[in-house]
């Protein structure tokens, strides 16, 4: 049986899960992520999943939040940063929509510890925790009779994290990250995966995935960029987060 999403070119015998991460791996493109993608589905839930002890039951919702370096500036145009909370409440609401009530929301993120961290993000420990209470304490709002968590301790891990995205039982929530999309994009077919649509990080896959799986989407909404962060107070980052307006907020 032909697996769906390959290459047309593809040589069915030779092409496996470790031919599929060699190709375009040095090319910065993945495309191959893409087409084989059930690989990667495969390897997260039945593999790097089961490694662990830490996540015995999913969360309905995961939301990965880029912290940390996401706040270092950059020469270049900001590629990462901040979404105000009202975006996450609205893809949140969205799957309530379709699949009801959202009772449990795990937020994954970078520890806040700086002896737990890499020497480049401690500096932005402080306000990497200020910002994940304050989404958390939002959640709490507009989630009642939701339990929101803030999963970094140190018993959490890359394998801890990706086996929380991947488990969701009603939405995952990839931002503008490179570490969230292998796992998002392997939730359940019947979980919805929701990845930012971002004109500098992983173009490709999100866009082709979304196009060819029902439960993938884009999303999209203001983003407070890393550059702007830096030269910004912690109430006027905090003015950001907290603006309830859904203008510029889509979903794809």
């Known amino acids: ?3 769906p999403f390959l290459p047309s ?10 031919k599929f991460c060699e190709d375009h791996a040095g090319s910065g493109r993945f495309h191959d992520v ?3 993608q059930y690989l990667v589905a495969d390897a997260i839930q039945n593999q790097i999943a089961p490694s662990q002890n830490v996540v015995t039951e999913g969360d309905d919702a995961v939301i990965h939040v880029r912290l940390n370096d996401a706040f270092q500036k950059i020469i270049f145009k900001s590629q990462r940063g901040l979404f105000p909370h009202v975006a996450y409440t609205t893809l949140l609401k969205r799957a309530e929509e379709e699949k009801g009530e959202i009772r449990s929301i795990s937020i994954v993120t970078d520890s806040f510890d700086t002896s737990k ?10 306000l990497s925790r200020i910002v994940a209470d304050d989404l958390r304490r939002q959640l709490k709002v507009d989630f009642p009779n939701a339990e929101v968590s803030i999963d970094n301790d140190n018993n959490e891990t890359t394998v801890t994290s990706y086996t929380r995205l ?3 039982k009603k939405i995952a929530v990839c931002g503008a990250s490179t570490f969230c999309p292998f796992p998002v994009m392997s939730v359940e077919d019947d979980v919805l995966g929701f990845m930012y649509d971002s004109k500098y990080l992983n173009r490709f896959y999100p866009q082709y995935l979304a196009e060819h799986k029902d439960n ?3 999303w999209d909404a203001p983003l407070l960029g890393s550059n702007e962060i830096s030269e ?3 109430d ?11 203008a510029g907020i889509s979903m794809m």
């Open 117 to 126: 961290v890499r020497t480049i993000d401690r500096e932005f420990t402080d």
């Open 166 to 168: 991947a488990k969701a």
């Open 236 to 246: 006027q980052v905090l003015e950001f987060l907290r603006d309830k307006s859904a």
């Open 1 to 3: 049986e032909v697996a």
């Open 216 to 218: 993938m989407h884009l």
């Open 232 to 234: 910004s107070t912690i």
């Open 34 to 36: 893409a087409y084989g």
């Open 9 to 18: 070119d593809f040589d069915k015998e030779a092409y496996n899960l470790e």
